[in-house]
């Protein structure tokens, strides 16, 4: 027996979810044998573009709060991917770079990302991706 959703189809919010809901199993599915999530590839990615990123400037980047940071990157140094040291350019911070490790899973993402990028934009015009974008800026004011 299938049911319908009713009125709940309606609910802007929850077909947002459920979108959300598919695209994110598309992602797990390509990272799996990666064993990273979202978080961790975007850490991963953002250390990697800029090398001696400091802790507050991540979790800034990553609209995240700093015990949540620390958590992902605790994670990612106890996996040998992160290493943590003063920064070079204000000693008073510490800083974060990829090891080499780091470095060859990073490129693994990237080349999963691109993948799980053409499926997700297969399914759009350019026009609407555009519009859907313009109109995700908007939400993520």
């Known amino acids: 027996m299938t049911i319908g959703r009713g009125d709940l189809e309606g609910i802007l919010g ?6 959300h809901g598919a695209v994110q199993r598309h992602f797990v599915e390509h990272f799996a044998d990666l064993g990273l999530t979202q978080k961790q590839v975007s850490v991963l990615w953002l250390t990697g573009d800029h090398p001696d ?4 400037d991540l979790a800034q980047a990553l ?6 940071t620390m958590a992902l990157v605790h994670g990612l140094e106890k996996r ?19 090891t ?7 490129a693994q993402a990237k080349a999963a990302i691109l993948e799980h990028e053409a499926w997700l934009k297969a399914r759009f015009s350019a026009a ?14």
Do not use: C, K
């Open 100 to 106: 080499d490790a780091g470095e060859t899973l990073l």
């Open 53 to 56: 990123l400091a802790q507050t």
């Open 14 to 19: 929850l077909r947002l979810r459920r979108a």
């Open 128 to 141: 609407e991706l555009a519009t859907l974008e313009e109109m995700l800026a908007r939400i993520y004011r």
């Open 63 to 68: 609209d995240m709060d700093r015990a949540t």
């Open 80 to 98: 040998g991917l992160v290493s943590r040291s003063p920064s070079r350019t204000d000693g008073r911070r510490i800083a974060f770079r990829l």
